[in-house]
């Protein structure tokens, strides 16, 4: 059949109106990406393809589930072919696989394109993985197809698919989501997906549409193909749960998926993303400043890496004595980065500190560094539900010591803040 009538005569040509409007309606909504991108492919990509997936899903089983019993319906399987049964099955589901791929590929597509943002694979890596868990859809519809009237095999399978896919974000068990098909997570700057977030979603289906596949084999015993069918999708169901089945709810993310750019002051490399670079000089300046300024009031600081969090995403990741981890990016909007770098130079990195002896730490440390106007906005901010005790006293106390005794204090209250 030719490839033009193929596409003419197929169920998706009618049906392709009402399934490309539905991904697109949602990007035009919850599915538009926010407005504070850095023009980041992936948190780009990510937002209209995650209420994609469902739609994608479900008109490719519905549509399958339909070409397969039109061909039933007509003893195609009945006739003898030179051509096999699967090459006569791909071909009819090629239409439906491409339809399917549209879907996918228009929003996010759609996305990049209003952002001016070019593709990565780290943004893209998701949709292959929707692009081919598409294929495995058709394959389950097409096999559903075979033994079930077209009337009632496509609505179904329609319902069934989007609400497996797109409801399990809700299921407790946080497995679910990790084997959906679905990508389930919208990304944030400096996010990418993890290898081990995207196999199982391909595993998991492709193991019921291969089992389905393996029943269709040309066999005289159909227990054999049987058995057979049941062994793959039982080996490919059983150990895809098994290797998420420690996973929370949040998939495998990777984090700095971003080029740095470094600038260097001394010994100690300022690095921040090349999306915000332009800002770079400014952070290397108030590195330099607040080192210089510690170091006058005898306490030498020698850092390696001062490194923007930006990128970390979701996962804060705490500073150690060689890397001190700043928002670079949010001081240098807001003309305060000499008073992040200070904070991060308190090295109060435990998850809990003191309250009462962090405040009074990071005030010293703005007196030190020039900064005590920005450290006044953060206690006002910080000091809403009231104050643990009494900074200003306590800060007064400590200045008026002579000054090797302040270096002392604060290398020792630092350290004390994280063991109180």
Not at 3 to 12: G, K, Q
Not at 194 to 206: I, K, N, R
Not at 233 to 254: E, F, H, I, R
Not at 260 to 266: I, L, Q, W
């Amino acid at each position: 059949m030719k490839i033009t009538v193929l596409f003419r005569t197929s169920p998706a040509v009618w049906a392709a109106p009402v399934a490309l409007a539905l991904p697109l309606l949602y990007y035009l909504g919850p599915g538009r990406p926010p407005a504070d991108n850095f023009g980041y492919a992936p948190e780009i990509t990510s937002y209209p393809l995650r209420f994609a997936y469902p739609f994608a899903y479900a008109v490719t089983s519905a549509l399958a589930a339909w070409v397969s019993a039109s061909l039933r319906q007509a003893g195609v399987w009945d006739m003898n072919h030179a051509r096999s049964r699967y090459r006569i099955a791909a071909q009819a589901l090629l239409p439906v696989v491409t339809l399917a791929w549209t879907m996918l590929i228009l929003p996010p597509l759609t996305a990049l394109t209003v952002e001016g943002t070019w593709p990565t694979w780290d943004s893209v890596s998701p949709l292959v993985v929707g692009m081919i868990v598409c294929v495995e859809h058709a394959v389950i519809g097409f096999a559903v197809g075979r033994w079930v009237p077209k009337v009632i095999a496509a609505p179904v399978l329609a319902v069934v698919t989007w609400v497996a896919v797109a409801f399990t974000v809700t299921v407790d068990a946080p497995w679910v989501r990790h084997v959906s098909g679905a990508f389930p997570e919208q990304l944030m700057f400096g996010e990418a997906p993890a290898w081990g977030a995207l196999w199982p979603h391909v595993a998991f289906t492709g193991s019921i549409a291969a089992a389905l596949m393996v029943a269709w084999l040309p066999v005289r015993r159909r227990a054999v193909a049987a058995a057979a069918a049941l062994a793959v999708a039982a080996a490919g169901v059983t150990s895809t749960c098994k290797a998420v089945k420690n996973y929370d709810y949040t998939p495998p993310l990777k984090t700095y998926a971003v080029t740095m750019e470094c600038g260097h002051t001394g010994g100690t490399a300022v690095c921040m993303p090349e999306q915000t670079a332009g800002a770079l000089p400014q952070a290397v300046k108030a590195t330099q400043k607040v080192l210089a300024d510690f170091a006058a009031a005898g306490v030498p600081l020698r850092p390696k890496t001062v490194i923007d969090t930006l990128p970390e995403g979701r996962f804060a990741t705490p500073s150690t004595a060689s890397t001190w981890r700043v928002p670079l990016t949010a001081a240098t909007d807001r003309d305060d980065a000499a008073f992040a770098v200070a904070v991060a130079a308190t090295g109060m990195n435990c998850p809990s500190p003191d309250p009462l002896l962090r405040r009074v730490v990071i005030a010293w440390a703005a007196h030190v560094t020039g900064t005590t106007p920005s450290w006044q906005r953060l206690r006002a901010s910080i000091d809403r539900q009231g104050s643990p005790g009494d900074v200003d006293g306590m800060l007064r106390s400590v200045l008026s010591r002579p000054a090797k005794e302040q270096a002392d204090w604060f290398t020792t209250t630092s350290r004390k803040a994280c063991t109180v």
